[in-house]
């Protein structure tokens, strides 16, 4: 029996299509391609034994049948149809706390040495893992024009235990002493042997003595011997 010759090519035909295929290699790659697209990480696993009968880009659609991109369907709408479904085997929880832990953090743009002064120009803002929130400093107004501490290097959040503190009187800057015996007020001129704050006790050197002697912070200038010091206004001055 002579078997027609247009069966015989359309069977040669048909079967050379059919031994077209892509490979879970190829469609691997192809959906992870596409994850990336959608700006997602791509975990993607599949055996590269697996065949499909071959599908055109254009025919090939990706959908994320989950709302998670965590399950992802392949489809083929072309001439051979066919669809799976692929799992993206992400660590979501993992995710989740590694996004939580980004903050938008005050750095410096290159290292400093201790003492030295921050400018606004100096800092930048950047995303960065954070441990420690507590003392962190997040307005720039707050870092502008203060000392460093100690040395830092660049890209290291910025803490308000890394800056000089503002003291009222300042170790080795020049202040008065004043004492107060009724309604008279010796003044002497001093240096500061120690930093300290408003009202605290603070050890001066009387320039003109030489004496070391304790006292309280009245303002920026002024250090008396005796707290209730602080309330006499009334009074004549003696140098």
């Given amino acids: 029996m002579k078997i027609p010759l247009i069966f015989i090519i359309s069977l040669l035909f048909f079967g050379h299509l059919n031994s077209k295929s892509i490979n879970g290699a190829e469609l691997e790659q192809k959906v992870s391609d ?5 700006n997602q990480k791509p975990h993607i696993k599949i055996l590269s034994e697996l065949k499909y009968p071959f ?22 709408t072309g001439e051979n149809k066919w669809s799976f479904i ?6 979501f929880k993992k995710e989740l706390s590694a996004n939580n832990n980004e903050s938008k953090v005050l750095v410096l743009k290159s290292s400093k040495k201790s003492g030295s002064i921050i400018r606004e120009d100096d800092i930048i803002i950047i995303k960065k893992k954070i441990g420690n929130k507590s003392d962190l400093i997040v307005e720039k107004k707050d870092i502008i024009g203060k000392k460093l501490k100690n040395s830092m290097s660049s890209n290291r959040p910025l ?16 202040i008065i002493i004043e004492n107060v015996i009724g309604n008279i007020v010796i003044k002497e001129e001093g240096i500061a042997l120690e930093n300290a704050d408003f009202r605290e006790k603070i050890q001066v050197k009387n320039l003109k003595s030489g004496k070391i002697i304790q006292g309280f912070v009245k303002n920026e200038k002024k250090v008396v011997l005796k707290t209730k010091q602080f309330w006499i206004k009334d009074v004549i001055y003696i140098k």
């Avoid at 596409?34 to 959608?38: A, E, P, Q, V």
């Avoid at 959908?63 to 992802?72: A, M, N």
């Avoid at 692929?86 to 660590?91: G, L, W």
């Fill in 159 to 174: 803490h308000y235990s890394n800056i000089q503190k503002d003291w009222l009187i300042e170790k080795n800057s020049n």
């Fill in 86 to 91: 692929t799992r993206n085997k992400k660590n």
């Fill in 55 to 76: 599908c055109n880009d254009d025919n090939l659609l990706f959908s994320d049948i989950s709302g998670t991109f965590k399950l992802i369907k392949v489809t083929c």
């Fill in 34 to 38: 596409w994850l990336i697209n959608k």
